[in-house]
């Protein structure tokens, strides 16, 4: 019997000593997609996978409503419960807005000459991500979605066009094919992934590790205020007040679009 060939040995290809080939991989394979599919600029969606579309959010407290509300009083776990589904169906609105201002961007990108064309991109998963990508293929495009393998299995949304949808271990490796085709960012409301991934992208920014003009849009300015206080940060002099120039605050699809088109058209 033959001994394995190394590239063969799925034993060697997992083991620790195999890391360098694994992720060297997470480079290799997802640039030959790229080139294939002629992907040279993105613009890539952050923003909370727990965020719900509006419908399912409003069914969600209906239901609750009913259930409860037949009784003469509630329990404080239910006033919980219904607390929670109402902040759901507020944050809905993130999910709308994801949708249209992929869509806006995506036709607008179809439009340009020279074939220069904006994919839309993100973490793949639900939330933010589901209603960037379903606007792109809505608006006849294509969607790239960077996925990441977690314990709980975050599943990819099934608007990521088939030839794009990328499946990573490392972090690292996914979050630099986040920002190495990226000519634009825009975080809208997250939790710790994307406030990992809003500052370190700005960090990089800001200590010249990434020297590409790249426009950032934090949608929904209440919400990142009452999250990062960014003056006081300026205030005790832990960032430089010109750092505030990094990102640009934004709060409708409209008002994000126009900023982002400008911005582009002007470094193209």
Request: charged share 25%.
């Amino acid at each position: 019997m033959k001994p394995h060939k190394a590239y063969k040995n799925s034993k060697f290809l997992n083991s620790p000593m195999a890391r360098t080939i694994r992720i060297l991989s997470e480079f290799l394979e997802p640039l030959s997609r790229f080139r294939k599919e002629g992907i040279r600029d993105t613009i890539v969606f952050f923003g909370s996978s727990r965020i719900l579309p509006s419908e399912v959010a409003k069914k969600q407290l209906q239901k609750l409503k009913r259930l409860y509300l037949k009784s003469s009083s509630l329990t404080r776990d239910q006033e919980k419960k219904l607390e929670e589904a109402d902040v759901k169906l507020t944050m809905s609105v993130y999910y709308k807005d994801a949708y249209i201002l992929s869509a806006m961007i995506t036709k607008w990108s179809k439009s340009l000459p020279d074939g220069r064309h904006y994919v839309v991109c993100s973490g793949g998963g639900p939330g933010i991500m589901e209603a960037a990508t379903k606007g792109a293929i809505h608006a006849k495009g294509k969607s790239i979605g960077l996925n990441i393998s977690l314990p709980y299995e975050q599943e990819s949304n099934r608007f990521i066009s088939k030839e794009l949808s990328f499946e990573f271990h490392y972090f690292f490796m996914r979050k630099f094919w986040f920002i190495y085709l990226a000519k634009a960012l825009i975080m809208f409301p997250g939790g710790f992934g994307t406030l990992d991934e809003m500052c370190e992208v700005l960090t990089l920014i800001q200590t010249k590790k990434v020297r590409k003009h790249l426009p950032i849009v934090l949608y929904g300015k209440d919400y990142w205020n009452e999250i990062i206080n960014f003056d006081a940060l300026a205030k005790h002099q832990m960032i430089s007040k010109s750092d505030l120039k990094l990102f640009k605050f934004a709060d409708t699809p409209q008002e994000a679009f126009s900023y982002l088109k400008k911005e582009l058209s002007r470094k193209s």
